[in-house]
């Protein structure tokens, strides 16, 4: 098989010729360097990609943006009145410190703005999947429609609005997933036959199981079946402890979840135990974690980690990775070299 089937036929619940050994891109090798072309070649490698536009806030919206030393200042204008969001950048890292929502009344400025559906860029999901053919698969990086509030709210108003006014949240949420569902079916009727969804990590982390039944079930279930109806892959990203919401996540009808963090990070300690709560008809990736493990332990530590989840993944709807965090540098690519060399050999 090439890495792309082998993938595929993991992704979709089945048994390939060996289990896909799949770094989330390419942290920071670049492709085009000797270590980035084996990196490439040796593992079943995934690509993510951004699908152009604003999806929640569309082209319509007036935006203003200035810099000033480290800080951008980005502006919204609605009929009701500025949003402002400000972001402070540090030679390795940016952060937002000031974010759009500070009262619940933001919401009603943000839904004022006339709402335009954005254009759909395809261009680097193309170039990517003309550069690996067959040795990955490139999915398009989608927020859900949590990510709305989630992101334009602080950490804790976000959870403050969840408690003062959640009917107020699920409703900016049902608007969001509207147009993200409209945003998709463009998607997938231009060609893209991945989605990497991510943002139930806001709820599952910040608020709890019932805003789960609120603010992700509904739409998430919508959203994955929209996906899947049109034959593309809905593969699902979950940071935090998950084991209390699997039969939930389950429930939503993705393909395929990730990262399944071992502890202190998560609490998937052993993915035999997820495996007993979902069975086979979700593909587990995961969960090696990227720094603590691929990226700082000696080869030899790292393949028999790597075989104990092989014995407790098993060979069906199994995916040996890290835990995505995109960061890993030299020696993660050669760990996961190392791991796809060993999985081979079997």
């Known amino acids: 098989m090439t890495s792309r089937e082998r993938l595929l036929v993991a992704l979709r619940g089945g048994a390939p010729d060996r289990v896909p050994v799949?770094?989330?891109?390419?942290?920071?090798i670049h492709p085009e360097t000797d270590l980035g072309r084996e990196l490439i070649r040796?593992?079943?490698?995934?690509?993510?990609?951004?699908?152009?536009?604003?999806?929640?806030?569309?082209?319509?919206?007036?935006?203003?943006?200035h810099e000033d030393g480290d800080t951008v200042t980005v502006v919204y204008e609605t009929p009701k009145g500025d949003l402002t969001?400000?972001?402070?950048?540090?030679?390795?890292?940016?952060?937002?410190?000031?974010?759009?929502?500070?009262?619940?009344?933001?919401?009603?400025?943000?839904?004022?703005?006339?709402?335009?559906?954005?254009?759909?860029?395809?261009?680097?999901?193309?170039?990517?999947?003309?550069?690996?053919?067959?040795?990955?698969?490139?999915?398009?990086?989608?927020?859900?429609?949590?990510?709305?509030?989630?992101?334009?709210?602080?950490?804790?108003?976000?959870?403050?609005?969840?408690?003062?006014?959640p009917d107020l949240l699920c409703d900016l949420v049902r608007t969001a997933a509207e147009r993200l569902e409209a945003y998709v079916e463009r998607l997938c009727a231009m060609g893209a036959?991945?989605?990497?969804?991510?943002?139930?990590?806001?709820?599952?982390?910040?608020?709890?199981?019932?805003?789960?039944?609120?603010?992700?079930?509904?739409h998430d279930r919508r959203l994955c079946d929209l996906i899947r109806r049109h034959g593309a892959i809905a593969y699902y990203h979950n940071h935090g402890p998950v084991c209390r919401y699997l039969p939930r996540l389950a429930d939503l009808g993705m393909d395929a979840l990730d990262p399944l963090e071992a502890p202190p990070w998560g609490d998937a300690a052993d993915l035999a135990?997820?495996?007993?709560?979902?069975?086979?008809?979700?593909?587990?990736?995961?969960?090696?974690?990227?720094?603590?493990?691929?990226?700082?332990?000696?080869?030899?530590?790292?393949?028999?980690?790597?075989?104990?989840?092989?014995?407790?993944?098993?060979?069906?709807?199994?995916?040996?990775?890290g835990t995505a965090s995109g960061t890993y540098t030299e020696a993660g690519a050669r760990n996961f070299i190392a791991m796809a060399r060993m999985v081979a050999s079997l």
């Open 22 to 28: 799949a770094p989330f891109g390419m942290g920071r």
């Open 42 to 65: 040796s593992t079943d490698i995934f690509i993510d990609v951004w699908g152009g536009g604003a999806p929640f806030l569309g082209s319509a919206a007036v935006v203003r943006q």
């Open 85 to 165: 969001r400000r972001i402070r950048r540090t030679p390795v890292t940016s952060a937002t410190v000031e974010f759009p929502f500070k009262t619940l009344d933001d919401v009603e400025r943000f839904l004022s703005i006339p709402f335009v559906p954005s254009a759909i860029d395809l261009s680097a999901y193309r170039a990517w999947r003309e550069r690996i053919g067959d040795e990955g698969f490139v999915m398009i990086g989608l927020g859900n429609a949590v990510c709305l509030p989630a992101e334009w709210f602080s950490p804790e108003a976000f959870a403050l609005a969840w408690a003062d006014a």
């Open 193 to 218: 036959e991945g989605f990497r969804i991510v943002g139930g990590e806001y709820v599952t982390v910040q608020l709890g199981p019932r805003a789960f039944d609120a603010l992700i079930t509904p």
């Open 273 to 321: 135990d997820v495996r007993a709560i979902v069975g086979d008809r979700l593909c587990l990736v995961g969960n090696l974690d990227d720094m603590e493990a691929l990226e700082s332990l000696p080869t030899a530590a790292v393949l028999e980690i790597a075989r104990e989840r092989l014995r407790q993944g098993g060979s069906t709807a199994f995916v040996l990775g």
